[in-house]
């Protein structure tokens, strides 16, 4: 059920051969995890149903506790190096060099009696369909590999905040040099200033959108949202620890490893090494095939500590895990510039004893994490950046969900129509409105003038009479000036063309004196008197033709002087006279 004013957001994490879950609650109050679950995806499991069934059950993921506490009744480190417990020896009844490294397999099979894929992610079909029951009608979002996007940082310098898009958009097909037609490129502003805004510009191709899509729609999953994993784990941490701004992240996944440079709190960088927790398992049943079932391998790797690792006894193991140190360390380097910065992990950290300790050398603990949030922190970190306004949304164009656009459609229908009853209501309630003022109206004016109403006339018909009297009567104002402005007869002189014809020949007019005179005008004895403009000009000019040009342009009159009224003209000693009348402006109303 969901409640008035509350978001729910589900976050699904694809990794393979795993689907981490988590759903959380946003409210006024904040952010509320309701709960994170791992299902399997192995083949021997069932697949999940739509998202849409999934509950808010709480309980944890995997088989009971009590079938697990029996296998692990003293610590690991006494299990996997003989420590005095008595309980250790019954569990191992053979030295630590068979029931680890080659000691008879009916032991080994005794010692993992339930495998890890039921004791911790829900290995029997039981547990994966207690994961996917109830109904779930909130937003869905899954996210993008970093290997699936490129992502770089642009800064835009722009003062109009309204077209910050439009100009990283812009900015972004110089940057480009893919065909428009194979990839989506989408803008995300980062961070916006006066004047400038810090954006991250991911480059997706289409046929990985479409790839990812097509993974979900097998699992019965249609995502509302698809943003990018290490922008996710970038919005985690910053939930997780609000101090933390700047860090190097490090998930841990089944068939990659990501690495995240958070700058600022935000995602600066990331890169996808392809290598992951299973290719080390599968190192590892490479040295033990002979003695280990595979479905053995997950339970068997929990008990070897990376730090105390003998190559010459895990030839596989030892190389793949080298390897992968080494690509951690390159990217680690490139990224940070050797800059001292925390590296936090996440993900399948468990896998082996001390994995993060072996991968990197000085590890800071200061931003330490469970072994739960580990592994959700890419689906939580999916629901917390959706709870977010401006959050990231990769699906675009083609792939934009065809549910939101019926959705979408509903919603406009819906106002549609809200739209036409708001206004027929407001049609009455006008129409109302002014017969209830047409009557109060007449109710006041009908004492006074009793005498010129009949009775057998309607209440609307005196009125009507009267509206139509007043607008047969609704005339200019005799007392407003129609005679034209000054600044009108100076933008006249200025743009008249004889006197810019005269201008480019080299022979400009000189105006020496101006003199604007209301003669005529209507008053209370004469009101028909039309208003009477004059203007006198003395102006010189060094040829006396373009004088003369000029007195026939002002005899054959334009739209402002009047030819048909008296135009002077007299000759000076050092230049001429003139003067004419205007021609009224036409009244506002006619």
């Not at 569990?91 to 000691?103: N, R, S």
């Not at 190389?319 to 390159?330: R, V």
Request: glycine fraction near 6%; hydrophobic fraction near 40%.
């Amino acid at each position: 059920m969901l409640l008035e004013g509350t978001m729910y957001i589900l976050g699904i994490h694809l990794d393979k051969p795993f689907l981490q879950i988590s759903r959380i609650r946003k409210t006024r109050k904040g952010i509320e995890v309701e709960w994170t679950k791992t299902a399997s995806l192995k083949p021997n499991e069932e697949k999940p149903p739509h998202p849409e069934t999934v509950s808010a059950d709480p309980k944890p993921i995997g088989g009971p506790q009590t079938n697990v506490k029996p296998q692990y009744t003293t610590p690991k480190t006494e299990a996997v190096f003989g420590g005095p417990s008595a309980n250790v020896k019954q569990q191992y009844t053979t030295p630590k060099t068979e029931a680890v490294f080659g000691g008879p397999q009916t032991n080994v099979k005794q010692q993992y009696t339930t495998p890890k894929t039921e004791a911790v992610f829900g290995g029997p079909q039981t547990n994966v369909k207690r994961l996917y029951i109830g109904d779930f009608k909130g937003k869905v979002v899954s996210g993008l590999s970093p290997k699936d996007f490129l992502v770089r940082s642009v800064d835009v310098k722009i003062a109009n905040q309204k077209h910050m898009e439009k100009a990283i958009a812009f900015q972004s097909e110089a940057l480009s040099h893919f065909k428009e037609e194979e990839v989506l490129i989408v803008p995300w502003i980062a961070k916006r200033e006066k004047g400038k805004a810090e954006a991250l510009l991911f480059t997706v191709p289409r046929a990985e959108m479409k790839s990812h899509l097509a993974t979900l729609e097998q699992l019965g999953i249609d995502p509302d949202v698809v943003s990018a994993t290490p922008s996710a784990l970038c919005h985690f941490f910053r939930w997780k620890f609000p101090k933390l701004t700047d860090a190097f992240l490090i998930d841990l996944g089944s068939q990659e490893v990501s690495c995240v440079l958070m700058e600022k709190g935000m995602l600066k960088k990331a890169h996808a090494i392809p290598a992951g927790v299973e290719d080390l398992l599968q190192a590892l049943y490479e040295d033990r095939k002979r003695i280990l079932l595979k479905s053995e391998i997950e339970g068997a790797a929990k008990q070897i500590d990376l730090l105390l690792l003998k190559s010459q006894l895990n030839p596989h193991l030892s190389n793949e895990i080298h390897a992968l140190k080494q690509e951690i360390a390159k990217i680690f380097h490139s990224f940070t510039r050797d800059a001292l910065r925390p590296i936090l992990f996440t993900g399948r950290s468990d896998a082996f004893i001390h994995l993060k300790e072996f991968l990197i050398d000085s590890l800071n603990e200061e931003w330490s994490l469970t072994v739960e949030e580990q592994k959700s922190a890419v689906s939580l970190g999916l629901c917390i950046e959706q709870a977010q306004n401006g959050a990231l949304q990769l699906r675009k164009e083609e792939f934009f969900p065809r549910k939101n656009w019926v959705r979408m459609g509903r919603t406009a229908l819906l106002l549609l129509g809200c739209s036409l009853l708001l206004s027929i209501a407001l049609a009455v309630f006008g129409m109302q409105f002014a017969q209830t003022g047409k009557e109060e109206m007449l109710r006041a004016i009908k004492t006074p003038l009793r005498h010129t109403l009949l009775t057998e006339q309607s209440s609307e018909t005196p009125i009507d009479q009267w509206i139509d009297a007043i607008e047969k009567s609704n005339q200019e104002y005799v007392y407003l000036s129609q005679a034209p402005k000054v600044t009108e007869v100076l933008a006249w002189l200025s743009a008249h063309p004889l006197l810019e014809e005269l201008k480019l020949e080299g022979d400009p007019i000189d105006l020496q004196e101006i003199r604007v005179q209301l003669v005529k005008y209507p008053t209370l004895r004469s009101p028909n008197d039309p208003y009477l403009e004059k203007v006198e000009l003395e102006f010189r000019f060094q040829s006396m033709m373009n004088a003369r040009r000029f007195h026939e342009a002002l005899r054959e009159g334009d739209d402002k002087v009047n030819p048909n009224l008296e135009i002077s003209w007299d000759v000076l000693q050092d230049g001429y006279r003139t003067s004419f009348y205007l021609k009224n402006r036409s009244p506002y109303v006619p």
